[in-house]
Antibody, heavy 121, light 107 residues
């Protein structure tokens, strides 16, 4: 079955960077885009960007341009999201998400379990 | 960026009620709209795609309508399992994805 398993919770200091990994299984990794979505506790969902695992091409939300990098390692079916210059506003849960194909192409069909990143001095 | 605005932010309802949630886009997104349900501590679940397509396995009491800039999610007869937060999402437009701020359906 399709699974997206994310790395564990992180605690970072302001100004630092964090990298979250997303190991996938149960499907052809290079056949589906991977997106990153974040959610502050008790708040709404915020789209950060996506990566094409086949080509490595990326699209980012304007808000995160220049501060986020998304990469992948096809040999281990894993996607990565690095966010730099962290502030307390980045204390949220980060999700990796698979973009669906077929009739519902463009929507999100499988989600990782989420990774809490806490930014604190 | 395209902005998505949901209303209401919170909705109080009872089991058996007909519930409607509205989502408006800041510019036309054709029918590229999805609806998700999220329960506390869980990842969102896709309910509706392309404005009115029912995702496989989703009960038929959920339906979606609209196009352009105004969209509606309807739950025809609210069930206990439906108390959750609902998000609309525009997608496939200029390679950006945007969520609404969410509507919490509570008892």
């Amino acid at each position: 079955q399709v699974q997206l398993v994310q790395s564990g919770a992180e605690v970072k200091k302001p100004g630092a960077s964090v990298e979250v990994s997303c190991k996938t299984s149960g499907y052809t990794f290079t056949g589906y885009y991977i997106h990153w979505v974040r959610q502050a506790p008790g708040q709404g969902l915020e789209w950060m960007g996506r990566i094409n695992p086949s080509s490595g091409g990326t699209n980012f939300a304007q808000k995160f341009q220049g501060r986020v990098t998304m990469t992948r390692d096809t040999s281990i079916s894993t996607a990565y999201m690095e966010l730099r210059s962290l502030t307390s506003d980045d204390t949220v849960v980060y999700y990796c998400v698979r973009e669906s194909a077929g009739g519902s192409s463009g929507t999100f069909d499988y989600w990782g379990q989420g990774t809490l990143v806490t930014v604190s001095s | 960026d395209i902005q998505m605005t949901q209303s209401p932010s919170t909705l109080s309802a009872s089991v058996g009620d007909r519930v409607t949630i509205t989502c408006r886009a800041s510019q036309s997104i054709s029918s590229w709209l999805a609806w998700y349900q999220q329960k506390p501590g869980k990842a969102p679940k896709l309910l509706i795609y392309k404005a009115s397509g029912l995702e496989s396995g989703v009960p038929s009491r959920f339906s979606g309508s609209g196009s352009g800039t105004e969209f509606i999610l309807t739950i025809s007869s609210l069930q206990p399992d439906d108390f959750a937060t609902y998000y609309c999402q525009q997608y496939n437009t200029y390679a950006t994805w945007t969520f609404g701020q969410g509507t919490k359906v509570e008892i």
